[in-house]
């Protein structure tokens, strides 16, 4: 048992199914192969336990190919996107163990509770 996520032309991914074994054969095919003609759509596998492609595709997340990745959605138009292909907040999230949350119109964390 596998997972694969289905991309489409923007690189973003709009499905995410189990399927067979990586290392089957459907028809002569890989599992990334055939589901892919069987839906016309490029099928890239993706791992649960993020073994492969940095994290496991959700829907609306982006495949870089040139780095063979999945990116999480944009969580904040402030937020860039670091060499590790990670959001980062434009200022650092406090390190003292309590609970925030990111304030987009202030751009700042707000401590939760």
């Not at 973003?12 to 199914?17: H, K, P, R």
């Not at 192969?33 to 993706?46: I, K, L, M, P, S």
């Not at 060499?83 to 751009?107: C, F, H, L, M, V």
Request: overall charge negative; charged content about 25%.
């Amino acid at each position: 048992m596998a997972h694969y996520a289905f991309i489409d032309d923007n690189n973003v991914v709009t499905e995410v199914i189990v399927g067979k074994d990586e290392n089957e054969l459907l028809d002569g095919l890989t599992p990334e192969e055939w589901y892919g003609n069987f839906r016309d759509q490029r099928c890239v596998r993706t791992s649960y336990n993020g073994n492969i492609r940095k994290q496991y595709a959700g829907i609306g997340y982006t495949y870089n190919e040139t780095a063979d990745v999945f990116i999480r959605p944009q969580p904040f138009p402030s937020w860039v996107l670091d060499s590790n292909y990670d959001w980062q907040a434009p200022i650092e999230r406090p390190a003292d163990g309590k609970g925030y949350t990111w304030d987009e119109a202030n751009q700042s964390w707000v401590l939760v509770g």
